[in-house]
Each structure stands twice: as C-alpha cells, then as structure tokens.
C-alpha cells in the first residue's frame, strides 16, 4: 500500500486550511468519478484497470518471452510518455550492473546524431565470438508522428532490414488505433502491432503495451505489475484519504507561492521512477500559468550539490521523496581493522540500508527546519507489486490535484509551440 506521510508539514498548513482543501480534493475526485471534469475523454487509465484485459496482458507475456530467447539487444524508441514509464520500471527492478536477458537500450528520446549513430555502431559490433547481436526494435508513438521518435525509428528501421532478413518479424510498433504515418508504414511493411487505446493519454499509458511490452522483454512480471494498479485501484475507496490529504498540501503550496517541488529519493534503483513522476506531473499540471516545477534530484548524492540550494536558498521550494520501507538489500558495512584506520569502525557491521535510512531522517529534519516542507511517499517493497500500486497512486494523485487547479490534467497544448517554431525553423511545409 502507497502512504502519504504528512507528519511533518504542520509548521507550514493550519488544520483549517487543510480540512478545507480536504473538501476540494474531495470535490475533484467525485467529478473524476462522474466524468464531469475537462479531459473526460482521456480516463482509459482508469477503464484499463477497472476492467482488466487478461487475454492481452498474457499474449505479451508470452509473445515477449519468444523476444527474450532470441534478442541480444531490444531497442526501445519513444519520448515522453511512450518511454519513460517502462525506463523506470526496468531501472528499479532490474540489476544496477548486467542485464538479464537482453540489454535493453533506448532511442527517439532526443534528436542527438552522436547517441544515435553511436547506437548504431554498438548493436552492429558483433560479440567478441564474432557472433552477430540479435536485435529487436520496439517503435512506440501514439500519434506516430514525433519526431525525435519518427527520426529515430527512420535510421534504425533501415539499418533492421540491411542486417536481417526478418527484418520484419523484428520489428514492433505500438502505436494509436489508426491514422498517422506510423500506422501507414505498420500495414505496408507488415509489422506487429500493439494498440494504444484512444483513451489513454501518452503519459498515462505505461499500464497499457507501451510499457507493458518492454517490461516483460527486461524480464519483470507485468501481471504482478498490473495487478498491483489493479488492488491500489480496487482499495480506492478504503485509502483515498491519504491521497485527499496529499493532493491538499501540495494544493495549499502551490496557492501560497511555492515554485518548486523537489521530487528525490535515496534509493538510486528509483531515480527513473522519480523521473517517471516528474513527467506526469510536470506535463500534466504546468498550464495556464499554474504548476509547481517538479525538479529531480537524487539523494544523497545531491547533499553535496543542490542540497545546499535546498537548505538555504530562496524559499519556495518544496520537496517530495519516495521512499521504501523494507530494505533494498542486506549489504553490511566491513569489520576493518582493529586500529580502525579510517574511523568509521562505529558503523561495522551495520546494514547500508540503516546508515541509507538515517541519512534520510537526518535530511527530512534538516530541510523541515531550514523551511522546507517535506512529502514522503512511502511504499512496502521495491517488488513489481509494489511499483504497480505506485504507478496507479501517481496517476490518480495527477488527476485529482491537476483538477483542483482548474485545469485539464490530460492534454499538453503548451508542447505544440516549440514543434511549430522547429518546424518553421527546419523548413517543413
Ligand atoms: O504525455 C504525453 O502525451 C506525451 O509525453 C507523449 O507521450 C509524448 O509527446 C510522445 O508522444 P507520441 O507517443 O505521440 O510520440
């Protein structure tokens, strides 16, 4: 189960204020409820849950256990919303070092020739056996016509079918129901393809194929997964206070001026879900001249940078830290020796974790006092369960407070003006 943990802001919100923000994000989530918000048509993250759709999450399963017996490498090319769901899943579940499985790489997030070409030259290098790597390419763009993705896909998709013969059945696009160029290119070439329902909006879309597939590629149990968005979904009722609660105090924030939300973590395996969340957040809450930046850093990393900003700066900032409660791992600090060389005999024996946790506590102390107010979003476990339940808490967190702020939680209007101003620039008619 996801908590809010709020102990610590009653130095910045009275009681009344809350309780009174409390009704507002009430209000929110019961027009969400009815459909009677701006974005109505963009709920599918809710259907796909309410009415769980076995017969495609088990075809993934099985069709992604045929790419993991016969991929090297399994390219995941898409931006924003379309990538950055599965990225935090994968990096939070899988190893920090190796990979088990096939490697799994990312492309059409950026428009960077160096990476892509680098890209290219890596997945063409045959193992030092000189065997050639087994690649497989996931294209994945609702509108199919970004076009860091659509670059991207341009110079991989070539260099598919100059190396494979089946080059085809290597091939996988997830894409909208119909329409846009991607969906041209699907029919013409044949590939397989995965839907993104109309209803579900690109950042909301990680429980559908668009991250689902990858996932399950990189070896992780996306019915565990899904069915963990499915428990935070079907508790909804019993818990939702917690979220009220949240939804208030970053509501209250962001009236009385806040700018900033630092979103962080002590725990590395989670900086993609940190990112995860920024992106929802961020796209979904930053328009009409609302929002709170949602800025990322990783603890404790960042004491030795930011942090000090986050101490001392100016003070509009606010932080939000995603937290587990049960142990990562079991590693231990060395005996050393017994002239304790380096000082640091007093932490022997004591788990990473333990002296991981106190520098969390000691930080939550520390930017509390220096005028910090701080959220902890707390889960049980890092298990795909756990993430599942996360992922279903974030996006219904998004959509309640984005309402609260009057405004449409679902599109990105704002997006369109740097592709108009590119594209002029680039001379596209
Ligand atoms: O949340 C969103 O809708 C965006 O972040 C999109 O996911 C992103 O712009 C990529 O769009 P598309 O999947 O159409 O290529």
Same mark, same amino acid.
């Given at each position: ?37 701006? =974005? ?53 579940? &899988? ?10 790489? $990312? ?36 509108? =199919? @016509?970004? #076009? ?15 190396? $494979? ?8 696009? @997830? ?66 206070? &917690? ?36 992106? #929802? ?14 800025? !990322? ?39 050393? &020796? ?8 007093? !932490? ?13 506590? =000691? @930080? ?6 220096? =005028? ?14 756990? !993430? ?9 967190? @998004? ?31």
């Amino acid at each position: 189960m996801i908590k809010f943990n709020s102990d610590d802001l009653d130095n910045f919100l009275s009681v009344s204020d809350r309780a009174e923000a409390y009704l507002k994000a009430e209000k929110a989530y019961k027009d969400l409820c009815e459909g009677n918000i701006p =974005g109505s048509e963009w709920l599918g993250w809710r259907r796909i849950v309410a009415e769980p759709d076995d017969a495609e999450i088990e075809e993934i399963v099985s069709y992604a256990s045929a790419v993991r017996q016969n991929a090297d490498i399994f390219i995941v090319c898409g931006i924003g919303g379309s990538y950055t769901g599965a990225m935090a899943v994968i990096r939070a579940l &899988n190893p920090h070092f190796g990979h088990n499985g096939p490697e799994i790489l $990312y492309a059409g997030h950026h428009m960077s020739g160096k990476y892509l070409s680098e890209l290219i030259q890596y997945i063409g290098t045959p193992f030092e056996d000189g065997r050639k790597k087994s690649v497989y390419l996931n294209v994945i763009s609702k509108s =199919g @016509t970004t #076009l860091e993705t659509a670059l991207a896909f341009r110079q991989l998709r070539r260099w598919m079918h100059d190396n $494979y013969e089946d080059a085809g059945k290597r091939i996988i696009a @997830t894409t909208g129901p119909s329409g846009g160029v991607l969906n041209k290119i699907i029919k013409a070439e044949g590939y397989k393809k995965y839907v993104i329902p109309d209803d579900v909006g690109g950042r909301f879309s990680v429980l559908t194929p668009v991250g689902l597939l990858p996932i399950a590629v990189a070896g992780i149990d996306i019915r565990t997964l899904f069915y963990g968005a499915v428990s935070c979904f079907r508790k909804e009722s019993e818990n939702i206070g &917690n979220l009220f609660e949240y939804a208030a105090a970053r509501y209250l924030l962001h009236e009385k001026g806040f700018a900033v939300d630092v979103i962080g973590t002590f725990e590395p395996e989670l900086f993609g879900i940190t990112a995860w969340i920024q992106q #929802l957040i961020g796209e979904s809450e930053g328009k009409d001249g609302m929002g709170l930046y949602p800025a !990322l850093s990783g603890f404790s990393t960042d004491l030795h940078s930011v942090g000090q900003l986050i101490q001392q700066g100016r003070r509009n900032i606010c932080e939000t830290l995603i937290v587990v409660d049960e142990p990562v791992s079991d590693y231990v600090v060395d005996e050393g &020796n017994s002239e304790d060389t380096d000082q640091l005999n007093y !932490l022997a024996g004591r788990p990473f974790h333990e002296i991981n946790r106190s520098a969390l506590q =000691g @930080t939550v102390l520390a930017h509390t006092e220096g =005028g910090v107010p701080v959220f902890i979003i707390e889960l049980d476990k890092l298990t795909a369960q756990g !993430l599942g339940e996360l992922i279903y808490f974030y996006e219904l967190f @998004t959509a309640v407070y984005v309402l609260m702020l009057g405004v449409n939680p679902f599109n990105q209007p704002g997006v369109e003006d740097y592709k108009k101003a590119m594209y002029s620039i680039l001379g596209k008619k």
